[in-house]
């Protein structure tokens, strides 16, 4: 029986004999990008990007520090701590190839809630040329129908009595911008790379709005010298499981604690728009554009909403994951009529993409039988993706005449999902929203208020005021309360 082998940097070389290992020095690297927000998206993505351009075109500023904010990064922390920040990505591919990589991007991981102070100083030091962003949508700290920043979460509120205390986001880069504004040190980037439509902006608008109410003056000097590019991220990273991990150690002999697995495919547009230097991404397949929003558009109204579509609706179904979705016919023919007669008409004109061509893709990436997203990844924090992905869809077929059938049962679907947390086979479905209570809440009063799940304004703003809509919408909802057999009601749509 072979030794097995901890994945860390002394025992690379040993490792480099059946998977492939940073040909880099690591050593010699400096963090030029501090990263918030480790996940499993980070480092199939950015992490990967970056891994590839030091594997290439060595460049020694532009190593990543992780750094996590909240006590649920502990495990990442203590992970990477162990690991000398290694981790091996796994990419599966359609046809069954897999290709294990050791990636080494990551230099460094600092907790910050363990000492606020020494993670103001790090996004403070020269070497930090960048502070990305994957918060999700939720750490943005906004109100999903009006966007206004939400001055009433508890965090925000003691980090503006206690600045050198800081909770959010927020409360660090201000912290940390401060501090390199007094030691007269250039800014430094600001680089979302979140799901959120328009993200740099968005990212913008917020920490000036914190800024301005704890500090005028520098909220002018951010103002003037962060910039804040928006960009379109895509690559499919499913949650790990306990088989990824057991496939590394059962066909390599490795003990990695904590891989990620991901499609082949990956995409990265970026605005270039940078504070203080960027690395040369554009090498590694990385497309700077001048304006993402077409581009961001495309893919959040197309992929995004898409799979939540299929969330949403195989959740009930009983489908646990978005390739058994796509085997099952009358749900690949809903989300393509979703996307041809609903998304593609509102989209803005993208250059260099085919529309066809993207689509056809989209059902290939989701169809990857390998990859075996969970329906309940994507079905979590829906009051976070919902408002961005598919409502917005759904509020400009309204306003243009088009059809928006097919975004009304999802949207019916999701309030019977909401009240009953069961599927049609009566097995429990866990909801995992920060709003699960109250959409529990408001969706149980249902039967009383057809219209009940729709008074949450803060998801809806003021759709409940189209009577076009509300009519399709109490019509499915009838349909679907009396009949719970979602694959019938989608399959009389089609």
């Not at 790990?240 to 390599?252: G, R």
């Not at 997203?373 to 009051?383: G, L, T």
Request: net charge negative.
């Amino acid at each position: 029986m072979k030794d097995k082998t901890t994945l860390n940097q002394n025992n690379l070389k040993r490792i480099g004999d059946y998977i492939s290992v940073p040909q880099y020095g690591r050593e010699t690297i400096n963090s030029g990008i501090v990263h918030i927000g480790v996940g499993g998206f980070h480092r199939a993505h950015q992490a990967y990007y970056t891994h590839q351009l030091q594997e290439q075109f060595p460049a020694k500023d532009w190593g990543i520090c992780g750094m996590g904010l909240r006590k649920g990064d502990q495990k990442i922390n203590d992970v990477l701590q162990e690991q000398d920040g290694l981790y091996t990505l796994i990419i599966k591919h359609p046809n069954g190839k897999v290709e294990p990589h050791i990636i080494g991007a990551i230099l460094d991981f600092n907790l910050a809630i363990d000492n606020p102070l020494a993670a103001i100083d790090k996004m403070a030091h020269q070497d930090t040329k960048i502070v990305s962003l994957t918060i999700t949508e939720g750490g943005y700290n906004f109100n999903p129908s009006t966007g206004a920043f939400d001055f009433s979460n508890p965090d925000v509120q003691h980090e503006l009595k206690n600045p050198n205390d800081p909770k959010t986001v927020y409360g660090y880069l201000t912290a940390a911008l401060k501090k390199r504004r007094d030691h007269k040190l250039p800014a430094f980037t600001v680089m979302s790379c979140d799901n959120i439509q328009h993200n740099g902006d968005v990212a913008r608008t917020m920490l000036l709005t914190f800024a301005k109410k704890l500090d005028p003056d520098l909220a002018r000097w951010i103002e003037q010298e962060v910039r804040f590019p928006n960009s379109m991220v895509d690559r499919i990273t499913p949650v790990t499981s306990a088989s990824d991990i057991a496939y590394l150690e059962e066909n390599f002999d490795l003990l990695d604690q904590w891989p990620v697995t991901c499609e082949p495919f990956i995409q990265w547009i970026i605005e270039d728009q940078f504070s203080n230097g960027r690395p040369e991404y554009e090498k590694v397949g990385v497309q700077f554009v001048p304006d993402v929003k077409p581009y961001e558009k495309m893919k959040l109204r197309l992929l995004n909403a898409g799979h939540s579509v299929l969330g949403i609706l195989g959740a009930l179904h009983g489908h646990s994951t978005i390739n058994a979705c796509m085997e099952d016919s009358t749900f690949a023919t809903y989300l393509r009529q979703f996307m041809d007669s609903e998304v593609s008409p509102i989209l803005d004109p993208v250059a260099g993409i085919d529309l066809k061509s993207y689509k056809d893709s989209l059902e290939e990436r989701f169809a990857n039988p390998n990859i075996k997203d969970s329906v309940s990844r994507i079905c979590s924090e829906s009051s976070a993706k919902l408002p961005k992905f598919l409502i917005p869809t759904l509020k400009d077929n309204l306003d243009r005449g088009g059809s928006f059938k097919f975004a009304t049962l999802v949207i019916a679907a999701w309030c019977f999902y909401s009240d009953k947390c069961s599927n049609e086979k009566g097995e429990p479905i866990e909801i995992i929203d920060v709003m699960q209570k109250e959409l529990h809440e408001a969706a149980r009063q249902t039967n009383d208020d057809p219209l009940a799940f729709l008074r949450l304004k803060s998801l809806f703003g003021d759709l409940i005021d189209n009577r076009k809509f509300t009519a399709l919408y109490v019509e499915m909802i009838a349909q679907i309360y009396s009949e719970d057999d979602i694959r019938k009601h989608m399959q009389e749509m089609l």
